[in-house]
């Protein structure tokens, strides 16, 4: 295993009967120089001892039996915080379902619920619970909220059936930690990355605006993800209800002039652009000073167009510049996208289809189609940060 010292794990053990497996684990990571911590339920405690997971790695045990003297109510927020990576393993079909519905009724729970790294959950159990429908229910919630799962392998379970429902072996347990952990670690340090998010809004009146439903969520995952790669990353954002993205610079526009201006002012300092705004192809002719009042007869609104910011940035584009459009058709996706991609001069078009369910607008996953010169990668249904994390992987794989 590689190099993981610096690196905080968090092993969450439930009450299966693979939970002696996870002896092997934490021991491999702790070798790797990883600083491994063990929350065990109470049932985990009945299958493998604390002892076992202390002696291994050298850190006290955190166990609901265990006598009040320790300091149960930090411990779990300071390991929650400390965590830079928690793997529930094995999950059982319970835990799975507080974490699906916010349940804190544990040191594990109760740490998973202040948690903000990274969470990997390897479900084990029989593969009638596995397949029931809330246990299947579940595990999407978990996966839209951005969890990882690592799916159980088929085999000869411990309650006689076969079928699928088992932990999988530690080496691979502890394989998905450091691919995880060392995910991508500054492999986009020195970069600079220009990300466009949002809608943007066109005033009609100090009342009214022309807008569209974008949430901005796409654009702030990728930027999210960019500066997690080490970027330096400047946010353009059209009006938006989402929290800033710690670690980047936020522009906040209005209008897609006020975009074009920040992506004109930004270029020359930008070796990768994402323009993944919606923006207004058109604005009303006149935006009134005062609110337009309504009259019997009906009223015509006359638009006219919006620049094409990536038309400007195809004339004005310096070598070494990477641009990746988003295109969002109803009808002929590829087909159109694909047309986007050579009539604006990109070198990649990220495509989503707002027919597809679970893409687009307003939804925390989405499906998108990358486009290059060089052929079609589609990508199936996943959360809107591991699509960015997919987007950022293709854009590095292209860039020359
Ligand atoms: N875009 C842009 N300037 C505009 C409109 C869109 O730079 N005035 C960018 C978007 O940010 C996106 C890409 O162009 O990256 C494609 O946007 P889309 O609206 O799908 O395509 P359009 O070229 O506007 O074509 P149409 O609306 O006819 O589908």
């Given at each position: ?218 654009g702030y995952s990728i930027a999210q993800e960019a500066v997690a790669r080490g970027a330096e990353v400047r946010l353009i954002s059209g009006p938006v209800a989402l929290d800033p993205v710690s ?105 989503n289809s707002l027919r597809e369910p679970g893409a687009g607008f307003g939804v925390p996953t989405n499906v998108v189609t990358i486009i290059t010169e060089d052929g079609t990668e589609p990508l199936p249904k996943m959360p809107k940060l591991q699509v960015a994390g997919k987007l950022l992987d293709s854009i590095m794989e292209h860039r020359v």
């Amino acid at each position: 295993m590689r190099d993981l010292s610096g690196k905080c794990v968090v092993l969450g053990v439930t009450g299966g009967i693979a939970a002696y497996k996870m002896a092997n684990v934490a021991s491999a990571l702790t070798k790797a120089g990883a600083d491994v911590h063990v929350i065990m339920t109470e049932n985990a405690v009945k299958f493998i001892t604390p002892l076992t997971f202390e002696t291994l790695t050298h850190n006290a045990c955190v166990t609901d039996t265990f006598d009040r003297s320790t300091p149960y109510e930090v411990t779990h927020v300071s390991l929650a915080k400390a965590a830079d990576l928690i793997l529930v393993a094995p999950a059982t079909a319970n835990v799975i379902a507080k974490m699906a519905n916010g349940i804190a009724d544990d040191m594990l729970t109760t740490t998973l619920l202040a948690a903000r790294s990274p969470i990997l959950v390897a479900p084990a159990m029989n593969t009638a619970m596995l397949n029931h429908p809330a246990t299947r229910q579940n595990i999407r919630t978990l996966r839209e909220r951005g969890v990882r799962i690592l799916e159980p392998v088929s085999g000869h379970l411990a309650c006689g059936d076969t079928g699928s429902g088992k932990l999988p072996e530690p080496e691979e347990l502890a394989a998905a930690v450091e691919r995880e952990l060392l995910k991508d670690r500054d492999s986009m340090k020195g970069l600079r990355v220009t990300v466009t998010a949002g809608p943007t809004q066109e005033s009609l009146d100090p009342v009214r605006f022309l807008t569209n439903h974008s949430s901005g969520r796409m654009g702030y995952s990728i930027a999210q993800e960019a500066v997690a790669r080490g970027a330096e990353v400047r946010l353009i954002s059209g009006p938006v209800a989402l929290d800033p993205v710690s670690g980047a610079e936020i522009l906040p526009v209005t209008t897609a002039e006020e975009m074009l201006h920040a992506v004109q002012e930004t270029l020359p300092d930008t070796d990768i652009l994402i323009m993944a705004a919606a923006v207004s192809d058109y604005r009303p002719e006149e935006e009134s000073d005062s609110k337009i009042k309504k009259s019997d007869s009906d009223l015509t609104l006359n638009l006219v167009r919006n620049p094409d910011i990536l038309g400007w940035v195809a004339e004005h584009r310096h070598d070494g510049l990477f641009v990746c459009g988003f295109s969002m058709e109803t009808e002929n996706l590829l087909e159109n996208s694909r047309g986007k991609l050579s009539k604006k001069h990109l070198d990649m078009i990220c495509a989503n289809s707002l027919r597809e369910p679970g893409a687009g607008f307003g939804v925390p996953t989405n499906v998108v189609t990358i486009i290059t010169e060089d052929g079609t990668e589609p990508l199936p249904k996943m959360p809107k940060l591991q699509v960015a994390g997919k987007l950022l992987d293709s854009i590095m794989e292209h860039r020359v």
